[in-house]
């Protein structure tokens, strides 16, 4: 599955929840939920690193919420890029692909 067809899944479910949960999903709201996935993430790491309480779960339980908070961070990106319109592949290959040699010297680059 490309990025794109994820990405309108994602923006899918995430209408579902704002509707079953009355969220109103503002233009801050995306990135405040960014702040909380990533804040889920960081505990959960915490936790897999035994810096966090374990909480009776075992390592295997936590390394799949590690998982789970990681999924929901990259699903909150592409919220963001959804609503504010954002070719995330283009943005990417623009600020990440250009330091690799292939990329130079296929002139996508400024070298």
């Known amino acids: 599955m490309d990025l794109r067809r994820i990405q309108v899944k ?7 929840y704002a509707r079953n949960c009355d969220v109103r999903r ?3 709201w995306y990135f405040l939920k960014m702040q909380e996935e990533t804040g889920e993430l960081l505990q959960a790491w915490l936790r897999l690193t035994s810096r966090g309480r374990h909480k009776g779960d075992t390592e295997a339980q ?3 919420q590690l998982e789970d908070e990681l999924a929901d961070c990259l699903a909150q990106v592409l919220l963001i890029a959804e609503r ?5 592949e ?12 292939e990329y130079k010297h296929a002139g996508n680059a400024d070298e």
């Not at 994602?10 to 579902?16: G, K, L, P």
């Not at 990417?92 to 690799?100: C, D, G």
Request: aromatic share 14%; hydrophobic share 45%.
């Open 62 to 64: 936590i390394r799949l």
């Open 26 to 28: 503002d233009d801050d």
């Open 84 to 88: 504010f319109e954002i070719d995330v």
């Open 10 to 16: 994602v923006e899918a479910v995430s209408r579902i």
């Open 90 to 101: 283009k943005a990417t290959e623009r600020k990440w692909f250009k330091y690799l040699p």
